[in-house]
Nanobody
Framework: QVQLAESGGGLVQAGGSLRLSCVVSGGSFNTYAMGWFRQAPGKEREFVGGISWAGGSIGFGDSVKGRCTISRDNDKNTVYLQMNSLKPEDTAVYYC?????????????????WGQGTEVTVSS
């Protein structure tokens, strides 16, 4: 059974930074494209960023472009989301997901596995 476990969330001040981690177990991590999503109270789930299985293809949602980076360590079965210049509107539960990228890209039509989420709260 493939499981994803997010960590690194918490309470931060506006302008601060967080580094979220997602560890994948029970599967072949280096075959998965990975994605980060977030969901704020009363809002739909939103794409934050994604990375291809080899790390060569990366994409971000418009709301976080210029403020986030994604990386992965296939030896540790871990994907990271570095978030900088955080804003109160970044407050959400952040989810990690795994799937198969199209043509070795970060883009996944339907993610196969999801984590339980880690909560990020940004104070103003």
């Amino acid at each position: 059974q493939v499981q994803l476990a997010e960590s690194g969330g918490g309470l931060v001040q506006a302008g601060g930074s967080l580094r979220l981690s997602c560890v994948v177990s029970g599967g072949s991590f280096n075959t998965y494209a990975m994605g980060w999503f977030r969901q704020a109270p009363g809002k739909e789930r939103e794409f934050v960023g994604g990375i291809s299985w080899a790390g060569g293809s990366i994409g971000f949602g418009d709301s976080v472009k210029g403020r986030c980076t994604i990386s992965r360590d296939n030896d540790k079965n871990t994907v990271y989301l570095q978030m900088n210049s955080l804003k109160p509107e970044d407050t959400a539960v952040y989810y990690c997901a795994a799937g198969w990228g199209v043509s070795n890209t970060y883009y996944v039509r339907q993610y196969a596995y999801w984590g339980q989420g880690t909560e990020v709260t940004v104070s103003s």
